[in-house]
């Protein structure tokens, strides 16, 4: 909606808040102290909203990237209708698959449930929320059985360079098929993801179930959404 007066920010304490540049009907210029998104336990080191390209309307989406080694979810509430009192929101989902920091987490610019992220260990990683990547966080030992208490995976994840912390995550903003990484060790490497950029016509009623069964404690990708072609084939660019 071009809404430029609102913003959110991340704290180091790991929560986000709203604010408004301006007064404006309904909410007073300042941080929105009320209404609290907590679920970080480190410093937020980046925000990012949905861009909401598609038949259906994403816009309330964003992802957060932390010091805690989690990458989370949130529903944002409508700026127009801010809380009175105090009031604390938490998470759609937790991302828990980083082995350090998580730098910077950015949605896809095409695709409605696609994402990436990059951390401290020098990993890439790649997030399809309408593929079902659960798998068990406790094997069961000499049996190819497992519980049923499992972890969601990243799609594709690929380490770096020579593995130093990456920082910054940045897609082609045209089709979304490049993406380009950079970190402490001064380069840039660019990564082409093939065909996984491109959505079928299903994505955004299959995020709109993905998202219905995350709410009720579900947990992940609502399967179906497969992968066209290898996703072993990223592959990077000097």
Known sequence: DNETTTFFTGTEEGNVYQANRYDRAGAKAGLNQNDVYRGHSAPIMGINFHPSHGPVDFSDLFLTASADWTVKLWRAKSIAKPSSQAQTIGPVYSFDEADDFVYDVKWHPQHPALFGMVDGSGQFDLWNLNVDTEVSQFPLLGSSMSN??????????????????????????????????????????????????????????????????MQSGHGGGSGGGGIDGDPSRIVAAR
């Not at 093939?194 to 009623?205: H, S």
């Open 148 to 213: 049923d208490i499992g972890v969601q995976v990243p799609v594709v994840s690929t380490l770096v360079g020579s593995g130093r912390a990456i920082n910054k995550l940045k897609w082609d903003s045209k089709e979304g098929r490049r993406a380009a990484v950079g970190g402490s060790d001064g380069k840039l490497y660019i990564y082409d993801i093939g065909d996984m950029a491109i959505p079928r016509e299903t994505e955004w009623t299959d995020l709109q179930r993905t998202l219905a069964n």
